[in-house]
C-alpha cells in the first residue's frame, strides 16, 4: 500500500509570509498529486491536481511543485482566508486513494 | 452545475448497517471517465477514502474496510449508495460523496456538503 505523509502537521504563519508544505509518498506516484483545503464545518476544497495544475478559480498565490515521491505546496502570501487545514491526495496506486494526514496552518 | 448531496440517518446502534445514499445532479454516471467516491473524517481528525465507483460501475474499496463495504449506483435515480455493516463507535464521522472525473489523476473537484453520522448504544 502507498502511504502519504505530510509535514510539518502544525504551522504558525503571519499573513503576507511563503508557506511550504510537504508531501512525501512511499512510492511513485509521478505527478498523480492534489491538494485540497478545508475550513472548520465545510468539505475540502480542490486547490491543485496533477501535481502543479491550478484548479479554476483558486488564487494564483497557491502553487504546487513535485514529481515521484515528493511534492510541495507553497502559498506566496498568506492571507486571511487561507488558515485552515491542508490535505495532499495521492492518486496511483493501490489504495486507489490515500490522504495525507493533514497540516494545520494557524494565525501567529 | 455539478453538485452532490448526502443523505442518510445521524444515528445507528453498534453492528447495524449504515446505508448512506448521495444524490448528484449535473453529470451522468454512465461513462469510465467520471466517478463518485465516498470518504469519511472522525471529529477531529483527517480524511480517509473508503469506496469509489467508476460510470462503467467498476468498484473500488479502501482494504482496511473492504469486507463491510458496498458502494451501489442507481443510473434512474442519479444516486451513489454506500453501505456499511457491523459498525462500531469508531465509524463515527462525517461522510462525504465527491464527484472526480480523470485529469491527471481521479482527484475530487466536487463535494457534498458532508452528512453526520454517530454510532452509538
Known amino acids: 500500500d502507498i502511504q502519504v505523509t505530510q509535514s510539518p502537521s502544525f504551522l504558525s504563519a503571519s499573513v503576507g509570509d511563503r508557506v511550504t508544505i510537504t508531501c512525501r509518498a512511499s512510492?511513485?506516484?509521478?505527478?498523480?498529486l492534489a491538494w485540497y483545503q478545508q475550513k472548520p464545518g465545510k468539505a475540502p476544497k480542490l486547490l491543485i491536481y496533477g501535481a502543479s495544475t491550478l484548479q479554476s478559480g483558486v488564487p494564483s498565490r497557491f502553487s504546487g511543485s513535485g514529481s515521484g515521491t515528493v511534492f510541495t505546496l507553497t502559498i506566496s502570501s498568506l492571507q486571511p482566508e487561507d488558515f485552515a487545514v491542508y490535505y495532499c491526495q495521492q492518486l496511483n496506486g493501490y489504495p486507489l486513494f490515500t490522504f495525507g494526514p493533514g497540516t494545520k496552518v494557524d494565525i501567529k | 452545475q455539478i453538485t452532490l448531496k448526502e443523505s442518510g440517518p445521524t444515528l445507528v446502534k453498534p453492528t447495524q448497517t449504515l446505508t448512506l445514499t448521495c444524490t448528484f445532479s449535473g453529470f451522468s454516471l454512465t461513462y469510465s471517465g467520471v466517478g463518485v467516491g465516498w470518504i469519511r473524517q472522525p471529529p477531529g481528525k483527517g480524511l480517509e477514502y473508503l469506496a469509489y465507483i467508476y460510470g462503467n460501475d467498476d468498484k473500488r474499496y479502501s482494504p482496511s474496510l473492504q469486507s463491510r463495504l458496498t458502494i451501489n449506483r442507481d443510473i434512474s435515480k442519479n444516486q451513489v449508495v454506500l453501505t456499511l455493516t457491523n459498525t462500531d463507535p469508531v465509524d463515527t464521522a462525517t461522510y462525504y460523496c465527491a464527484h472526480s472525473v480523470f485529469k491527471s489523476g481521479w482527484h475530487f473537484d466536487y463535494w457534498g456538503q458532508g452528512t453526520p453520522v454517530t454510532v452509538s448504544a
Open positions: 512510492q511513485d506516484i509521478t505527478n498523480f
